[in-house]
């Protein structure tokens, strides 16, 4: 056997002596192994592939270059707060543009300029969020948390876009949305209602899109519901 052969089967070794060493084996059923303990396991076991990989590759005589293994894009403690800074981010949203109401009577068109490139950085950050969500589903190591939240940022995004439209042209919904008493959380929940309708494919018809930018809005709501629904599949 050749030495590097040797030194791949040393490699495979190492991996189970280091993982296991001064440890008793325990067998457990999968429903008793946290979130973490699951992750460690996954990425023990594509360490090994890898291993597996480079020594098929060997003793075939071809060359096997190794994968450098990429650092996430987002720290997992900020995907875990998702909904956390998606909900700041809409009362800043929020409380901006009803200060800006109560100044000047009404919303200039910079501030909703500036609050539209923020909630659409907002929702890059949930796209690719929901990619790592596809690859933990992939793996089978998504939590319930992680699904419920990517979900519920999902209905607040929408709803503060749709609020956002509403202030630019009070002809972008037709229905029950305009109302000059109302004041923007009250405009908010309007449409917060008008998102989770959308999202649930429920589509009462009381608030519905009129000009082209808000059914642009809502077709991408829709298609990212039938996206993440597919992920879970």
């Not at 439209?165 to 037709?174: A, T």
């Not at 649930?200 to 009129?210: A, Q, R």
Request: hydrophobic share 50%; glycine share 2%; aromatic share 12%.
């Amino acid at each position: 056997m050749s030495k590097v052969a040797k030194n791949a089967f040393k490699s495979i070794s190492s991996l189970f002596i280091n993982h296991n060493r001064s440890e008793e084996i325990q067998y457990v059923k999968p429903e008793q192994l946290s979130e973490n303990e699951i992750i460690e396991i996954v990425n023990v076991l594509d360490n090994i592939d890898a291993e597996i990989k480079f020594l098929r590759a060997t003793l075939k005589g071809s060359r096997y270059i190794r994968k450098k293994k990429k650092n996430p894009f987002f720290k997992e403690w900020v995907v875990n707060i998702l909904i956390l800074i998606v909900i700041l981010w809409e009362l800043v949203m929020l409380t901006t543009v009803q200060i800006t109401k109560l100044i000047s009577d009404d919303v200039t068109s910079a501030t909703v300029a500036v609050m539209v490139i923020f909630q659409c950085l907002l929702l890059l950050f949930l796209i690719l969020t929901s990619i790592k969500l596809g690859k933990q589903l992939k793996h089978k190591t998504a939590s319930a948390w992680f699904l419920i939240q990517s979900y519920l940022s999902s209905i607040l995004l929408f709803a503060g876009f749709y609020s956002l439209m509403f202030q630019v042209s009070s002809d972008s919904f037709i229905g029950d949305a305009y109302n000059e008493d109302l004041n923007i959380f009250e405009e908010f929940n309007n449409f917060l209602y008008f998102s989770i309708v959308t999202m649930t494919t429920v589509g009462f018809g009381d608030l519905s899109p009129n000009l082209w930018y808000t059914k642009l809005l809502v077709m991408l709501q829709v298609n990212i519901i039938i996206f993440q629904t597919f992920l879970k599949k």
